[in-house]
């Protein structure tokens, strides 16, 4: 049974940066692709960026793209989201997901029900 755990989360300035990690257990990572999401309070849980499984295809929210990097590292069962440049609105819980239905070489987070396995998230504030 895969299990997903979020980690480094915290508080940065504006302009700072954060690498959040996804670490799997249980199952590897290879048959899934993997979407990180955030929910602010208030707001609707939001796709931020996703790989796919092959590590070749990513995407990226349109207000993020050129700030979030996401990548994978198969041999230590992790996905990363490196954020920089980071800005108010990017305050929120953030979550890492798996895919297993959406074919290897592609990944998308506009539709969450295809994630069936989340981690319980990490706390990014954002303050000056």
């Known amino acids: 049974q895969l299990q997903l755990a979020e980690s480094g989360g915290g508080l940065v300035q504006p302009g700072g940066s954060l690498r959040l990690s996804c670490a799997a257990s249980?199952?590897?990572?290879?048959?899934?692709?993997i979407g990180w999401f955030r929910q602010a309070p208030g707001k609707e849980r939001e796709g931020v960026a996703c790989?796919?499984?092959?590590?070749?295809?990513?995407d990226y929210k349109r207000s993020v793209k050129g700030r979030f990097t996401i990548s994978r590292d198969s041999a230590k069962s992790t996905v990363y989201l490196q954020m920089n440049d980071m800005q108010l609105e990017d305050a929120a819980v953030y979550y890492c997901?798996?895919?297993?239905?959406?074919?290897?070489?592609?990944?998308?987070?506009?539709?969450?029900?295809?994630?069936?396995?989340w981690g319980q998230g990490t706390q990014v504030d954002v303050s000056a």
């Open positions: 249980g199952s590897t990572l290879h048959y899934y692709a």
């Open positions: 790989i796919s499984r092959t590590g070749r295809m990513t």
């Open positions: 997901a798996a895919d297993p239905s959406t074919p290897q070489t592609m990944c998308t987070f506009f539709y969450d029900y295809l994630y069936n396995n």
